[in-house]
Nanobody, 122 residues
Framework: VQLQAYGGGLVQAGGSLRLSCAAS????????MGWFRQAPGKEREFVAA????????YYADSVKGRFTISRDNAKNTVYLQMNSLKPEDTAVYYC????????????????WGQGTLVTVSS
């Protein structure tokens, strides 16, 4: 099983980035796909999640209205569109897959990608 996250980079405050997470190695149709982030010196925190089967989405309050999670079943890929980025969004972003129900808890996730760094300059 492999989750490969990419698309991070350096962007100015107010800008946009789109992260991608390509999934392979098994069928994820019954899984929830999530994005988490971890800033230096801070704990990993939930950002957004989407159920692969029916596309129901969930967001952290800090990103609601600015970030959009989506999936492309044909490409086995999950996206995180990030708009109106702020310096406090700077972190390593991880994608993950969960067969559990507590989708805001990183301990519920079974598979993790390697992370992609997002840096937002002020």
């Amino acid at each position: 099983v492999q989750l490969q996250a990419y698309g991070g980079g350096l962007v100015q405050a107010g800008g946009s980035l789109r992260l991608s997470c390509a999934a392979s190695g098994r069928t994820f149709s019954s899984y929830t796909m999530g994005w988490f982030r971890q800033a230096p010196g801070k704990e990993r925190e939930f950002v957004a999640a989407i159920t692969w089967s029916d596309g129901v989405t969930y967001y952290a309050d800090s990103v609601k209205g600015r970030f959009t999670i989506s999936r492309d079943n044909a490409k086995n890929t999950v996206y995180l569109q990030m708009n109106s980025l702020k310096p406090e969004d700077t972190a390593v972003y991880y994608c993950a897959a969960s067969s559990g129900v507590r989708l805001r808890k990183h301990g519920e996730y079974d598979y993790w990608g390697q992370g992609t760094l997002v840096t937002v300059s002020s």
